[in-house]
């Protein structure tokens, strides 16, 4: 385990961690943060976000995401590479002055450092150079760090509250980050119209369409769905409620 400072192309810094295995997870974060915090995880679209959906969130992010994470002194934890709604968060906490930690948790073998750096290997990706904090993880493919992203909110949070987000998203989003999440007792809320997973998610929960394969998440009962078209105080009414719904269970 080893953390160090990284200075991006546009001269912001950000500390990055260097994680070797779980048992060092509350040591490594000690060092870089002060712990523990609320925390919000942010799981969901990467390549996948089209334009058009990138479009339409991102008045969520600065409007909403950032000014409550702000607010509430948290710590968001997200997936740290420059795309999706990662890259959204990062650009989104520049945008509106922001200083709430950010922190990505990546996995090594797939990240370079910076924006524009040639890949070493098929699918890697850079940083998102707005996040104040990286954890590097071990693995060989994009979701090893699903696991991960899960343990590291459990730190950050320690016995305060936490809550997922899930914008847009994949297969990995639905079917490793939610449920890694639930499996943590940890509340979920499912931005309805965001596009993919979290909307084939919000029709199963809402039961405007049958997903059998999806049962198991609903019933837990810590999901919830709430619509990209409903006003900021709704949006902002819902963490609010599901934050402390995480003390209560």
């Known amino acids: 385990m080893s953390a160090h400072c990284l200075t991006f192309k546009n001269q912001s810094t950000a500390w990055l961690v260097d994680l070797q295995n779980d048992e060092s997870v509350a040591v490594a974060l000690g060092q870089v943060l002060n712990i523990p915090r609320k925390t919000l995880v942010v799981v969901g679209g990467a390549n996948g976000l ?24 948290l710590v968001v934890v997200d997936g740290g590479t420059d795309c999706g709604v990662m890259q959204l968060m990062g650009q989104s906490r520049l945008k509106t002055g922001s200083t709430f930690p950010l922190l990505g948790v990546v996995v090594k073998s797939m990240m370079t450092y910076f924006p524009g750096d040639t890949p070493t290997s098929p699918g890697q990706a850079p940083l998102e150079l707005n996040h104040s904090h990286f954890v590097m993880v071990p693995g060989d493919e994009w979701g090893d760090e ?17 809550v997922t987000l899930l914008v847009n998203g ?53 999901v919830q769905a709430v619509q990209l078209g409903d006003t900021m105080t709704d949006l902002e009414q819902s963490l609010e409620t599901l934050f402390q719904a995480s003390l209560d269970v």
């Open 50 to 73: 089209s334009n058009k959906d990138r479009h339409r969130l991102e008045t969520l992010f600065t409007e909403v995401i950032c000014p409550f994470a702000e607010t509430h002194s």
């Open 146 to 162: 699903s696991n991960w992203i899960a343990q590291v909110a459990d730190t950050v949070a320690g016995d305060m509250a936490s």
């Open 170 to 222: 994949g297969e990995i989003a639905l079917h490793q980050d939610v449920p890694n999440s639930l499996r943590r007792h940890r509340p979920v809320l499912v931005m309805a119209g965001s596009g993919r997973a979290a909307d084939t998610l919000a029709a199963a929960l809402n039961g405007t369409q049958a997903n059998h394969q999806l049962a198991s998440i609903i019933d837990t009962g810590l």
